[in-house]
């Protein structure tokens, strides 16, 4: 004797109302509230946030295009007419023209030669398992922790005694071996998470280590390689210590301390409309490079998370 069950509701088509029993239980009042609660909260702390961090550079600039009577009687109101001469007396006058070009000498090669030899370390230290591998990846990571100011006399005689004391191309080293330790260590965790699927490819169509890696892992690197440039861009270009100490040639000077000269060339007397038109220039060219490249610093953050 067969017995007939009772079949299982099938589910409702497309198009078709659903019953109430089939409808996701909604949340309860006191989650929804504390979800708006929490968003609120969070919103009003990131307008916080971004109002003292945009103020600041507002009012800079605002005041690179007053006077100095200005400055002083209405440092709150905007300028009563726009005071270009303010940029053009900074840029001539105060020599900044000369110490932007200097900078951006330093600072281009020593970020080209730290991507270039950081890029290098690092996939050695992520692709390849040899003696010692762990020793020099934890040397560099102590780099990271070493004060640059325990340094900086050693750092003196040693520069002074190669003959590169006041030598654009003796910043551009000491900087390339101020930034290797985090660039190392930063990239090291981004080629880790690529696939070596394609790197063994490679060698098997019989490509050489090295144009496995210039030509295939390291453009698949990129944004790795912007999220970490776009950091040693910063802290080279607003770098003030090691130029300070090893850069006392006048006519070698930096954005930095282009900036202190200005500030303390008259004494009581400051330009001050000129500082705070040199000011901007210097935070121009920073600005500009992480609104171009911010969705690629964001995607090298968030590459070891989603892959």
Not at 62 to 82: A, E, G, N
Not at 136 to 163: D, E, K, W
Not at 211 to 234: D, Y
Request: no cysteine; hydrophobic share 50%; proline share 7%.
């Amino acid at each position: 004797m067969k017995t007939t069950e009772t079949p299982a509701p099938l589910p409702a088509e497309s198009g078709a109302p659903l019953a109430k029993e089939d409808l996701p239980p909604a949340l309860p009042p006191k989650e929804k509230k504390e979800g708006t609660v929490l968003n609120v909260f969070s919103h009003g702390v990131l307008v916080i946030w971004a109002i003292m961090v945009v103020m600041p550079l507002l009012w800079a600039v605002m005041t690179s295009f007053k006077d100095d009577r200005s400055i002083f009687s209405s440092p709150w109101s905007l300028p009563d007419s726009l005071h270009f001469d303010n940029w053009s007396r900074a840029w001539t006058q105060a020599n900044m023209s000369d110490y932007f070009l200097n900078t951006v000498l330093v600072v281009g090669g020593s970020l080209i030669g730290t991507l270039v030899l950081g890029s290098m370390a690092a996939y050695v230290l992520a692709r390849f398992d040899f003696p010692g591998n762990r020793f020099i990846y934890y040397l560099f990571i102590g780099g990271m922790s070493f004060p640059i100011m325990l340094a900086l006399v050693p750092l003196f005689y040693v520069v002074n005694n190669m003959g590169l004391l006041n030598t654009i191309h003796g910043l551009i080293l000491v900087y390339i071996a101020y930034s290797l330790p985090f660039t190392v260590f930063f990239l090291t965790a981004f080629f880790r998470t690529l696939p070596t699927s394609i790197a063994e490819a490679a060698f098997v169509d019989g490509a050489s280590h090295s144009r496995t890696f210039f030509q295939i892992m390291l453009p698949m690197a990129k944004p790795g390689l912007i999220s970490v440039g776009i950091f040693n861009f910063l802290g080279q270009w607003n770098q003030y210590m090691l130029p300070t100490v090893l850069n006392t040639d006048p006519d070698k000077r930096v954005l930095t301390q282009g900036l202190v000269q200005l500030a303390v060339s008259q004494g009581y007397k400051g330009d001050w409309s000129g500082l705070f038109a040199g000011l901007v220039m210097a935070m121009l060219p920073v600005l500009a490079a992480y609104i171009i490249f911010q969705r690629q610093v964001v995607q090298g953050l968030t590459a070891g998370a989603l892959k």
